[in-house]
């Protein structure tokens, strides 16, 4: 099995684990019920071994959306909000409000570049959505961008013509789409936990 190689400096990038994607009235039925547990055992690599961490909300500016900025669903859910400030390393809060967490406040890409950091490992919140979106911007700025394919979840969607995916069917071509078109290295959260031993 290939080793996962997670540089020194790698940016943990944790996506929009907020209150309002629990509610299932308003997205659907998700996908992954160990995402949440992926994404505490990442952050909590991350924190001890002092390597970066970045917390990217989503403030919603559409009334009525569960995620809408000054909510309680724009809060990030519990396992996320517990662990914020306890690592050594550093730590970063971006705000946005579209897909990609590199157009957001303050300017993602500028402070990787100004912490010489290459290589990013997204988790989060929504596989095809969010986390896409940012690691085909990441791909294309020239990051090195690792995607723990179970550290995130996604609902169930419709689109045109009627057409409908589940969400294990969208994380599977989200999978495919990213590796395959070298966007980013889809790998798992054990791989990424092996790569990130302790230093």
């Known amino acids: 099995m290939e080793i996962t190689e997670i540089n020194e400096n790698a940016a943990l990038v944790v996506i929009d684990v907020q209150k309002g994607f629990d509610d299932e009235g308003f997205w659907g039925r998700r996908d992954n019920p160990e ?5 505490a055992a990442l952050i909590e690599r991350w924190q001890e071994t002092g390597r970066p961490v970045v917390f990217v909300r989503h403030d919603s500016p559409r009334e009525g959306s569960p995620l809408q900025a000054g909510t309680v669903g724009n809060e990030f859910k519990d396992v996320v909000e517990e662990r ?4 050594a390393g550093p730590e970063l809060l971006v705000t946005k409000s579209v897909n990609s967490a590199f157009y957001g406040e ?3 890409d500028a402070w990787l570049k100004g912490a010489r950091v290459g290589q990013i490992v997204i988790v989060g919140i929504q596989t095809n959505m969010c986390n896409e979106t940012t690691a085909r911007m990441g791909g294309n700025l020239g990051y090195d961008v690792v995607f723990p394919i179970d550290a995130m979840h996604t609902f169930d969607l419709a689109g045109p013509f009627g057409w409908t995916r589940s969400a294990e069917e969208l994380t599977r071509a989200t999978a495919v789409s990213l590796h395959g078109g070298r966007f980013a290295r889809v790998v798992t959260t054990e791989d990424v936990l092996k790569g ?3 230093r």
């Open 196 to 198: 990130a031993g302790a």
């Open 84 to 87: 914020r400030g306890k690592g």
């Open 35 to 39: 995402a949440e547990g992926n994404i």
């Open 106 to 108: 303050p300017d993602l």
